[in-house]
């Protein structure tokens, strides 16, 4: 008996020619009624080329397969008419893409964009439409779904979003849900509600699960089968239990080792950054006159204080106010209570007596790609900070540039010409690498982390926790680490502070808190993130961590 879905030598090439590039070069698998199997690799290792070629969903004629076969029930799917692969689409087989805010329309209710897909496949008028959605959205476990119907995108949080477009995906019951890094942007707790309601969803409609991660912990928890691929191939594949007990391929075995470990003991100094009774309040105004009802506190009263050669790790979910505070001790968002820096209040300085101090205080953001211009070269963007702070010649400049990137690891002498590239021309993992060039050249005492490995594949993680620890010991600098992922923190971070709703829930050491929360919102976030309790998750594939 065939397989529900069977790919055979698939390769994926973009351009003509001698000016064809190999984006995927070959790739053979099955996958049955019911089955999960999870595609894992590094950025650029041919995950969603082949996902979205089973969708033939690549930018055609100027992609195209030299070779290769994908059956669907025995039907060749590879160069079929846009007819036919207009009928499998969201109705034979559904697909959640890995953005949700850029997936759905801005302008359309959630209503209407769950209810497409059922007009287009399913011809049902407006009231079958809606009952269906509103089934739908009870389905995926969206709270107060009937009040939801009307609301906007922007309206929702990530996690909602998600459960949006889970919906829109299943709302034909499909025979294959293609995921494509679903819980990438979201907070650990939610992450793990989506793959529980995947499980929970696969095992109610019988459908078959192709996930694309570059999250080992999931593959984890998923279970059933695994490939793992490099450069445009799959190099090994198998029961997901098989390979990560006795992983052949030395790849492998090298993705498996990337996980990073813990931090060891630090030293730390002088205090850099201290902050006594932090408020950040957003006035809620209602009514005609815009009255001022009520407050949301994003920050409510919060004390704490970093030293040099200390990471402090700010953990919580989207909302919890960790983004809010970093920028409130930056004072780059208003707020009320005492900020020192490096001894001095500086909480009532104005914009110009800040100046100064803000080569001293310095962010790293989550997505690199966003936080570097794409019109400004590589020298431009790292020397911008010292031409701003009148630092240097043109010609000392370029050289400081020069050495910041030769500190993380992108050495101009090896990298030809990379001072006049452009961002576009490098990895996720190179431009994080020149977001802390462009933070560091100005030699810095306090760095905000927004993030900035929550993008990035377990491989390129370790190498830039590595990279950042070594710069805090070369420099003795301060970190302010705000992150959702507990693993990170226990790699980078020293001390702790667990916020909720703009609060401190729990705070102190890495290794106590997350090894014996007293918090019990801070023990959901350890039991989400460390699978130290699996079973309150539910079966998830019957592998859980060691």
């Not at 809010?324 to 209040?345: N, S, V």
């Not at 959901?524 to 592998?543: R, S």
Request: proline share 4%.
């Amino acid at each position: 008996m065939s397989a529900l879905l069977e790919v055979r030598d698939l390769a994926v090439s973009f351009g003509h020619g001698t000016n064809a590039v190999a984006a995927l070069k070959t790739a053979s698998f099955d996958l049955n009624k019911g089955e999960t199997l999870s595609l894992v690799g590094e950025s650029g290792s041919g995950k969603t080329v082949t996902a979205l070629s089973v969708m033939q969903l690549l930018p055609y004629p100027h992609a195209s397969h030299p070779k290769g076969s994908i059956k669907f029930n025995g039907e060749e799917l590879v160069n079929a008419s846009e007819a036919k692969m207009r009928a499998l689409r969201g109705n034979r087989i559904g697909m959640v893409f890995q953005e949700p805010m850029t997936s759905l329309n801005p302008l359309q209710s959630i209503e209407r964009q769950v209810g497409e897909t059922l007009e287009v496949h399913a011809g049902m008028d407006a009231t079958a439409r809606r009952a269906r959605v509103l089934e739908l959205l009870h389905l995926v476990g969206l709270q107060n779904a009937e009040q939801r119907l009307s609301a906007l995108p922007h309206e929702l949080s990530g996690g909602q979003r998600q459960r949006v477009i889970i919906a829109m995906a299943l709302a034909m019951n499909p025979d294959i849900l293609i995921a494509d890094e679903p819980t990438t942007a979201l907070d650990v707790t939610i992450q793990a509600q989506i793959l529980e309601l995947l499980h929970d969803l696969q095992k109610k409609l019988g459908m078959a699960l192709l996930f694309i991660t570059h999250d080992l912990a999931i593959v984890r928890r998923l279970g059933g089968k695994v490939c793992v691929m490099k450069d445009g191939a799959i190099v090994e594949q198998g029961a997901v239990a098989d390979i990560f007990s006795h992983p052949q391929h030395e790849y492998t075995k090298r993705l498996l080792a990337a996980q990073p470990g813990e931090r060891g003991p630090s030293t730390p100094g002088e205090e850099v950054i201290a902050a006594d009774n932090l408020k950040v309040w957003f006035p809620i105004k209602t009514g005609l006159m815009r009255r001022t009802t009520g407050y949301v506190k994003a920050v409510d009263g919060i004390s704490l204080n970093v030293r040099a050669r200390e990471t402090l790790a700010v953990v919580g979910e989207s909302g919890s106010g960790k983004t809010t505070l970093g920028l409130a001790l930056l004072r780059l968002q208003t707020a009320e209570g005492a900020i020192r820096f490096g001894g001095q209040d500086i909480s009532t300085l104005g914009a110009k007596a800040l100046r100064p101090l803000r080569r001293d205080m310095q962010v790293v953001f989550q997505d690199p790609f966003a936080a570097l211009s794409p019109r400004l070269s590589i020298g431009q963007i790292v020397m911008e900070g010292l031409e701003v702070h009148g630092i240097g010649t043109a010609a000392e400049r370029r050289a400081a540039a020069a050495e910041a990137l030769r500190e993380v690891d992108l050495d101009p002498t090896q990298w030809s010409g990379i001072l006049d590239r452009f961002p576009h021309e490098f990895s996720g993992g190179q431009r994080q690498r020149i977001a802390i060039a462009r933070a560091i050249v100005l030699r810095p005492k306090f760095l905000m982390l927004d993030e900035p490995t929550s993008s990035l594949d377990v491989s390129v993680q370790a190498q830039i926790i590595a990279l950042l620890r070594r710069l805090q010991e070369k420099y003795g600098l301060a970190y302010l680490f705000i992150s959702h992922d507990l693993r990170v923190v226990r790699a980078l971070a020293d001390r702790v502070i667990v916020m909720k709703d703009g609060q401190v829930r729990e705070s102190g050491p890495v290794a106590e808190v997350l090894s014996s929360p007293k918090d019990p919102y801070t023990q959901a976030l350890v039991t989400a993130a460390l699978e130290l309790k699996t079973a309150e998750l539910g079966d998830l594939g019957g592998v859980t961590t060691p």
